[in-house]
């Protein structure tokens, strides 16, 4: 394993403050408990608190600030983040319009971040994030959150800092979440500091489809084929869940898992424009990086979320973070 | 060899055509010859136009729009564009003011260039960068241009924009360059599609200083080290050529090559944000991520610039392109 480091302990904490450094114009770190914070308090508005394991950056540190997150709580490497830092985030952030909790869905984020919103003193609210539709709807725990993610923050966010207050908050995140579905593809696995290696091995003509953000199978492992099939199988998984009409404007976003150039990135938004395209589909507003990362997976992910006026007007509504901005 | 594509003959085509269709908010795509605008025609200002082998991305097309380029110029991977792509550039955002040619310093870009402003029937100036200090200042063919270019085509960007004279762009621009110093670093190398195989090999616990950003070996291949160890080299060799004084304000720029990690990147800023700041020099300004990369490269590059308040003026100037953006 290569990688710049100094001690695999204290890889997330340096990074973290390098992160706050870096952008210390708009967040702020706060190292014990561990969790971000936008560098201004807010007043009067819903705060939005996201979070989960680490190495999925730039998600969700780098979504912090003016129109998305008012914190994040990064757990360790692929691990949720704990109780006391969502505690600590919430009160830092409170601020008499309650606070709602936008968490993936993954056993652990779920639990953690119940058991710190039960102990809060403040009205609250969770959007679970269950995007991925590489699984079906029936499995044992539910569809994972992905990509979409970042979706729902910047499309709630907006609304939050509109004023929009925490009912109508919960209802948009949990609406805009329903309306995007995700699927991951990978050509190579990520490999986590701790362990040392790949998570999974794939032979030189192998190419694993509906992987998820952690480094786990998917669930399939595929003989290599082209970027044109690739997409086919990913878009018809996607159609069979939101099932988009003709006419229907839609956010296309094609995510990097980490080591994917943007080159092939921009291909592959290309020939997912073409499908849907094809189909009367309208591609409105488009999204195309690495913005979910697992590491240093190479491979994709291509989510599309059906738009309506109203999520139009809040994903245009200006954004001022780390690593997503516009209108600021 | 496992990338997202169809046919590498076409690789470069489809992945503009994504790119062009995923920001049409902002530029267009000319095909033949290939060349990338802004989308809205300015009028009365210097009009910058660079360019340079593909496989950077999002250098240079990422960078145009307000603020920054009025054209690129995407070479094939790793190889010069042809003068008929940049005369065609130049006659498409000529507006009277004059053009600016920004080329990275290496043989085939220099010449192609050359020919292409001999051509021209307006005025033209060059700013050559060459901001790699792997190679002495000796080197027979000058040292390269590598993750600096961004940093004067930032910040000359914004002076044509305000509406400085040609002449002063390129006093400008020449002034930016010398003021910046770059350095990179690979824990492996990169695979250029058209070879299948990465273009050098590392074992398993070597790396390679003073790397270019097309694949090449650098000045040594080293046993791995700390990152701390890394950050030293690399800022040892920038302290070497530009010499900062105490109190001096410099702009901070971690450049990650393809592959690595944002996290990563984040602990490389911090440690040599330290290194400087134990120094006395101010981290007045920061950039951190994948700006200037190299295919797939793993590693990344420390990039320093000498700030004065013109130049910290400029940087921080609106500028709204697909991979650069504030203040717009």
Same mark, same amino acid.
């Given at each position: ?17 390098? %992160? ?42 780098? %979504? ?48 953690? %971040? ?61 609406r805009v979440n329903q309306m995007t579905a995700t699927m991951g593809v990978a050509l190579n696995c990520c490999t986590v500091p701790a ?128 690593n997503l901005r516009w209108g600021c």
């Open positions: 394993m290569k990688k710049f480091l100094n001690n695999i302990d204290d890889l997330l904490e340096e990074s973290l403050q390098g %992160f706050a450094k870096a952008h210390s114009d708009i967040i702020q770190l706060n190292e014990q408990p561990l969790f971000v914070t936008r560098n201004k308090q807010t007043t009067n508005k819903v705060a939005l608190i996201s979070g989960g394991g680490s190495g999925h950056e730039p998600l969700h540190t780098g %979504f912090v600030g003016l129109g998305m997150l008012d914190s994040a709580c990064p757990g360790q490497i692929f691990t949720s983040p704990t109780p006391d830092q969502m505690m600590a985030a919430a009160e830092s952030v409170n601020n008499e319009a309650g606070i709602l909790f936008i968490v993936k869905n993954y056993a652990g984020d779920v639990m953690n %971040f119940e058991i710190a919103a039960e102990m809060l003193d403040c009205p609250y609210e969770t959007v679970l994030i269950d995007d991925d539709v590489s699984l079906p709807k029936t499995h044992s725990t539910g569809r994972r959150g992905v990509a979409g993610t970042l979706i729902v923050e910047k499309i709630v966010g907006a609304a939050a800092e509109k004023g929009m207050n925490l009912a109508d908050c919960k209802s948009l995140g949990d362990l040392g290696k790949p998570t999974f091995e794939l032979a030189a003509d192998k190419i694993e489809m509906g992987v998820g953000i952690h480094g786990e199978r998917g669930h399939d492992t595929m003989d290599i084929m082209s970027a044109t099939d690739i997409v086919k199988i990913i878009a018809n998984a996607i159609d069979a869940d939101l099932n988009p009409k003709k006419s229907q404007k839609v956010l296309l976003h094609v995510n990097g898992l980490g080591s994917t150039p943007l080159m092939e990135l921009h291909l592959i938004f290309n020939l997912a424009a073409q499908y849907w395209e094809k189909k009367g589909i309208e591609i409105y507003r488009s999204l195309v990086g690495n913005y979910t990362t697992s590491l240093d997976m190479t491979g994709c992910s291509i989510t599309l979320t059906l738009l309506d006026d109203e999520m139009i007007h809040l994903w245009d509504a200006p954004v001022n973070t780390a």
